[in-house]
């Protein structure tokens, strides 16, 4: 069974930074992609980025290119989501999410924007931007 845990996150100002992680235990060699999803009060959960198992496709949303960035460190499990010139839209529960065994190009397609798609959650970390 893999858990994933999220961490990193907290209160910044507008236009400041912010690194989350999602780390990985159990894992068993099984590949799996990572997705990051975030859910703001009283909205619905929406998809951020994706990134599969080597690197080798990766999805951000359009409203955080050029701001946040998706990386990964597969000798520590671990994913990162960096994210720069944060908004007060951004405030929302941060949550990762694993897809095992993804087919080709997975993280490139739509489909890696949906909840049903992936198999283990992590709990979620807040991120609030506020002055």
């Known amino acids: 069974q893999l858990q994933l845990v999220e961490s990193g996150g907290g209160l910044v100002q507008p236009g400041g930074s912010l690194t989350l992680s999602c780390a990985a235990t159990g894992f068993t060699g099984v590949y799996y992609s990572i997705g990051w999803f975030r859910q703001a009060p009283g909205k619905e959960r929406e998809g951020v980025s994706c990134?599969?198992?080597?690197?080798?496709?990766?999805y951000l949303r359009d409203s955080v290119k050029g701001r946040f960035a998706v990386s990964r460190n597969n000798v520590k499990n671990t994913v990162y989501l960096d994210m720069i010139n944060l908004k007060p839209e951004d405030t929302a529960i941060y949550y990762c999410?694993?897809?095992?065994?993804?087919?080709?190009?997975?993280?490139?397609?739509?489909?890696?924007?949906?909840?049903?798609?992936?198999?283990?959650w992590g709990r979620g970390a807040q991120v609030t931007v506020s002055s």
């Open positions: 999410a694993a897809k095992s065994a993804p087919p080709k190009n997975f993280c490139s397609g739509y489909i890696a924007q949906l909840e049903l798609q992936y198999d283990y």
């Open positions: 990134i599969s198992v080597r690197d080798e496709d990766a």
